[in-house]
C-alpha cells in the first residue's frame, strides 16, 4: 500500500443554520485517484472548499505528508501542492491559452512580461499533457472541451502539485475526448499525484479510479476499492437505496399515434438539413457528440435563434416560430441543458418563476393575483414533488434537480404538449436524476411529446422510444429502442461527411 | 429545524431593509438637534418640512422611473438633461402662446419621447445602456439650448393674470385653510403609489424583475423583451416628464444647458433605496426613502450653512455607504443560501 499523503479528520463545518459537515473524513494516497461522491448537498464541495482554503473548518484536523498543517488561502493550498480544476471554467475568455495558464506567475524579464518564454512553457506542458493547442490562442476561441483541457493543464502547471481536484472534468467533454483525459491521469498517477475526483458519472468511476468515497447529508459513509464493488452498491451508499434500471426494450409508443412536431429541413450555420417527427407521447432521444448540432437544432425550435431555413409543423400546422414567444404559443417548452443561464431567474422565487410564461392566466384586470400566483405553484410543487421550504423560497437556493422541476412546472403551467429536454440530468446527483427520470416517463404517459438530448448513452437507451443521432449538423441515423445498442449509436454519431 | 434557521435568517435580512428608513430617521433627528446649536437655524419646522418635500419632487419623479429601468438592468444617464429639456421646451411652448395645459402635455410627452428613443436605442439597437442614455444625456441638452436659443424660460407664478394656477396645482395652494400647502406632495405621494402598484403589482411590473434577473431566460419563456424595454424606458420617460413639471413649478426659471449631474440625485435615490445595480432586485418602498434621505441631507447641510460642494461631498460618502451596504446585505442573503 503507497503512502497516506492526505488525511482529513473530523472535520466540522457549520453555515448558519446548517451543519455542512459533521465529522467527515478523507484519506488519499500518493499515486491514486480517489473518487469522491454522493448526492448534490452531501458535503463534497464544501469538503474541497475547505481543503483548497476557501473555507475555513469548524473543526477537525488536516494532515499532508503526516504533518498537521491549517490551509488558510487558495494561494496557500497551492503553495501546499494542492491544486483544483472546477467545474465551471474559470478562464478568462479573452486571453490566451498561455496568459491564463500563468495569471499571476507571469515570466518577468526586468519590467517587462517575458511572452516568449511563456509561451515556450506553456508548449511544453501542453505537449506533455499531448494536447494539440497553441498557447497563444484565445480561449474564446476554443470550444468547451479544450477550454476544459486547458483548465486542467493550468491545474498541473504547478510543478509542486501532489494534490489534484478534479471536480466533475468530463462534464463538457465528448467520449474521445474523456480518454484523452483519462490518458493523461493515468500518467499522472504514475508521477505519484494523488487525485481527487468528483463525478456523477459512474461508468467513468469504474474506469478510472482506485478508491470510492462516499459522503451522504454531510458525513463521511464509507470508502471501497473499486475493484471490489460494483454499481449498485455505490448507488446504495449514495441514497441508501437500489435505482439502477435496465434500458428500455420497447417503444411504449403505438405505431399509429399521430405526429405533434415535424422539423422539415431545418437549416441554419450549425445545422444542415435537418428533419424528424415527434410522435405523441413519445420520448424521442437525441444522441451525438459535442459539436453535433442537437442544442442547435432545437434552438432552431423553439426560437431562440435565427433559421434560414426549413419548416416547423405542429399538429399538422406548419407554424412560423421565429421568436420564442412563437414557440410557446405553439407549445414547445424548451428545458436548457444551462438552467442558469437560460431557464430560470434566479433571483425570483420559485413562484415568480413558475407563472412567468403564463402570467396573463393569473392576472386579474391589471393585476397579478398573488394568490393565484401561490395557488398555481403550489399546485405544481405539488405534482412534481419539488423541495422548496414554500413557493416563495428564491430559485437560487434549490439544488439542481429541484431547479429542474420549477423549469418543467413553467412549462406545464403553460400547457405546452412538446417538452424539449437539453441534458435533463446534468449536474444532477443520482437520487434527483432517477426523479426527473420518473416525471419524464409519467409526463410522457400523459400524453406529453418529449425530445430529450443527452450525452450519457445508458440515460439515453434507458428513456427514449426512438433515438435521432445527428453529427456535425446533420442526422446521421434513427434508431428504433428496441434495435438501439452503443455501438450502433457511436457508429452513427462519429459518421461524418466525407469530403 | 431547517425551516426555523430560514426564519432566522430572514429576520436578520429584514432588519437590514430597516437600515434606510433608520438612517433616514437618524439623519432628520440629527439635523434637528444640530442645526439650532451649530448655525442657529429651527431645522425642525413645518417650513424645513415642506423645503425637504420641494426639493424632493423632482428627485422623487426622477427616482420612481428609474427604479424600473435599473431593475431591468439598465441605466439612464439622461434623466438630468430630459427633465430640464422637458421643463424648457414647456415653458418655451407657454411664452410662444401655448395654452398652458398644452405646454403641460408637451413637457410631459418630451420625457416620454426621450424614453422610448433610449428604449429603441437599448433593446433594438443593442446600444449598452450607459452609452444610449450618455448620448441622450448631450441630444436633450442640447435641444433644450436650440430650440429655445439659449434663453432661460420662465414659468407663470402664482401671481400671473395668465396660468397662475399652474404652481397652485403643482407646488403650494391654500386649502383645508392652510396657506401655502404643499400640493406638491400629493403628486408626489400619487406617483409613488402609481409607480408602486406598477412594479409590484403587475405584470409590466413582473416582467421587469424577470428580464433585470435573466433577460435570456425571460427571452425564452416567451416574453417579448425588446418591447417590454422600450416600454420600460418610456414609462420612466413620463416619470421624467412629470419630474420636469414639478421642477419647473418649484423653481419656476429654467436654464438651457443646465441639468446634467441631477439624473445623480435620482440614480442615488434609487441605489440608496437598496435597488441593485445588476438588476433584479429592489423597491418603490426603498426609493422613496432614499429619496428623503438625498432631500434631508440637501436641506440640512445647507441649513448648517455648508454649501453646494459641502452637499456633493456628503452625498458621495452616503452612496458609497449605502453600496457597501447593499454588498454586505447580498452577501448575507448568499450565506444564507448555501447548504
Known sequence: MSETILKMQGIQKYFPGVHALDDAQLEVRAGEVLALIGENGAGKSTLMKILTGIYAKDGGTVELFGESVEITSPRDAQEKGISIVHQELNLMQDLTVAENIFIGRESERGLFLDKAEQNRKTEELLKSLHLDISPKTVVRRLTVAKQQMVEIAKALSYNNTKILIMDEPSTALTESEIEDLFTFIRQLKATGVGIIYISHRMNELFQITDRITVMRDGQYVGTVQTAETNMDEIVQMMVGRVIYEEPKSQSNVPEDAPVVLEAVGLESLEVKNVSFKLKKGEILGFSGLMGAGRTETMRLICGADKRTGGKIIVNGKEVNIRTPKDAVRAGIGYLSEDRKRYGLCLGLSVADNTVLPSLDMVCSAAFVNEKKVAVEAGKYKEQLATKTPTVKTLVRSLSGGNQQKVVVSKWLMRDCDILIFDEPTKGIDVGAKSEIYKLMNKLASEGKSIIMISSEMPELLRMSDRIVVMCEGRVTGELDIAEATQEKIMTFATKREVG | ?339
Open chain 2, 1 to 339: 429545524m431547517a425551516n426555523k434557521v430560514k426564519k432566522l435568517g430572514e429576520n436578520k435580512l429584514d432588519l437590514q431593509k430597516l437600515l434606510a428608513p433608520i438612517a433616514l430617521v437618524i439623519l432628520y433627528v440629527g439635523f434637528s438637534y444640530l442645526c439650532p446649536v451649530l448655525n442657529n437655524v429651527k431645522f425642525f419646522s413645518t417650513d424645513y418640512l415642506i423645503t425637504i418635500l420641494e426639493s424632493s419632487y423632482y428627485i422623487g419623479l426622477m427616482g420612481f422611473g428609474v427604479t424600473f429601468i435599473i431593475i431591468t438592468g439598465g441605466i439612464d444617464l439622461s434623466l438630468g438633461t430630459v427633465m430640464m429639456c422637458a421643463a424648457l421646451l414647456g415653458g418655451y411652448a407657454f411664452k410662444s402662446g401655448w395654452n398652458l395645459i398644452l405646454a403641460v402635455i408637451l413637457t410631459i410627452l418630451v420625457g416620454v419621447v426621450f424614453g422610448v428613443l433610449n428604449g429603441l436605442m437599448v433593446a433594438k439597437l443593442k446600444l449598452p445602456p450607459f452609452i444610449a442614455t450618455l448620448g441622450t444625456q448631450m441630444v436633450s441638452m442640447g435641444i433644450g439650448s436650440i430650440i429655445t436659443k439659449v434663453q432661460s424660460q420662465t414659468w407663470p407664478v402664482a401671481t400671473a393674470e395668465v396660468g397662475g394656477w399652474f404652481k397652485k396645482v403643482f407646488i403650494r395652494a391654500e386649502i383645508f385653510g392652510i396657506k401655502g400647502f404643499p400640493v406638491g406632495a400629493f403628486w408626489l405621494f400619487g406617483f409613488f403609489i402609481i409607480a408602486a402598484l406598477i412594479l409590484h403589482k403587475t405584470k409590466f411590473g413582473r416582467y421587469t424583475y424577470a428580464i433585470g434577473s435573466n433577460e435570456e431566460a425571460a427571452r425564452l419563456s416567451g416574453i417579448n423583451v425588446d418591447n417590454w424595454k422600450i416600454a420600460v424606458y418610456a414609462l420612466s420617460g413620463f416619470f421624467i416628464g412629470m419630474s420636469g413639471l414639478l421642477y419647473a413649478a418649484a423653481y419656476t426659471t429654467i436654464t438651457p444647458g443646465t441639468g446634467n449631474g441631477r439624473e445623480m440625485d435620482g440614480i442615488t435615490a434609487v441605489v440608496i433605496g437598496g435597488t441593485s445595480m445588476s438588476g433584479g432586485s429592489g423597491t418603490m418602498v426603498g426609493t422613496l426613502i432614499g429619496v428623503f434621505i438625498m432631500s434631508v441631507l440637501k436641506a440640512g447641510l445647507s441649513a448648517l450653512g455648508l454649501q453646494a460642494p459641502w452637499q456633493t461631498f456628503c452625498t458621495g460618502l452616503v452612496v458609497i455607504g449605502a453600496v457597501l451596504l447593499d454588498i454586505q446585505r447580498t452577501k448575507a442573503a448568499n450565506r444564507v443560501k448555501k447548504s
